[in-house]
């Protein structure tokens, strides 16, 4: 299996719901991203946690970080139609000199 | 500030043919990163590059594929002879101080 493994890879939920994603990795990282997607489109930045953080917030984002079991998740909550897109946690690896690596991503389907 | 450049959007080659992606950084970066997508796939790293260095291909294939970035004008992937298994979408990543990256919108490489 792969640095940056998230799970599930498809997830389809109503409006208004919440949207839970998470990622696993296998080395020490400085710090791990989270990503969106559109279909056909280039990526975009969402949250960045370093490796001393537990938790941070944006907006509706929530993103949590846990170092000793190698795992973070993304919280999308009040979900909206527009939040559908693919999600990717991305690794920093310590010894990556600063290439990130990415995982499969999570397939996010809010319906209207 | 335009954020990342890459052109074309969309490339279609026949086999055999060199395809050239190009990719201006953000004013002021001076770190670009190239990442392949394949479809319903994440993201893998290719290379590393500053100003008129390398610093990491370990990403790269070990042929038909070069990167550069020269002390003037964008960043060029060089694909030569392309083959099917080439088409993807090419994604350049550009940071200031190697971390926090700004992904352009990609170039979709068709080889027919």
């Known amino acids: 299996s792969q640095q940056g493994e998230e799970d599930p890879q498809a997830l389809s939920i109503q409006e208004g719901e919440n949207a839970t994603m998470n990622c696993s990795y296998k080395?020490?990282?400085?710090?791990l991203q989270w990503y969106r997607q559109n279909s056909g489109r280039g990526l975009v930045h969402l949250i960045l946690i370093r490796s001393n953080e537990r938790e941070k917030h944006s907006g509706r984002l929530r993103v949590t970080l846990d170092t000793s079991k190698k795992s973070s998740s993304l919280l999308i909550t009040a979900s909206r139609a527009a939040d559908t897109a693919s999600y990717f946690c991305?690794?920093?690896?310590?010894?990556?000199?600063?290439?990130?690596?990415f995982g499969e991503g999570t397939q996010l389907t809010v319906n209207p | 500030n335009a954020g990342v450049m890459q052109n074309p959007r969309h490339l279609v080659r026949r086999r055999g043919q060199e395809a050239r992606l190009r990719c201006s950084p953000m004013?002021?970066?001076?770190?670009v990163y190239w990442y392949r997508q394949l479809p319903e796939e994440g993201l893998k790293f290719m290379v590393y590059?500053?100003?008129?260095?390398?610093?990491?291909e370990s990403g790269m294939p070990k042929e038909r594929f070069s990167a550069e970035f020269p002390k003037e004008g964008p960043s060029i992937l060089r694909i030569q002879q392309v083959v099917r298994g080439d088409s993807a979408a090419y994604f350049c990543?550009?940071?200031?101080?190697?971390?926090?990256?700004?992904f352009g919108s990609g170039t979709r490489l068709t080889v027919v």
């Open positions: 080395t020490s990282i400085n710090n």
């Open positions: 590059l500053q100003k008129e260095n390398i610093i990491d």
């Open positions: 991305a690794t920093d690896e310590e010894t990556s000199g600063s290439r990130l690596t």
């Open positions: 990543a550009s940071s200031l101080l190697a971390a926090g990256y700004t």
């Open positions: 004013k002021g970066h001076s770190h």
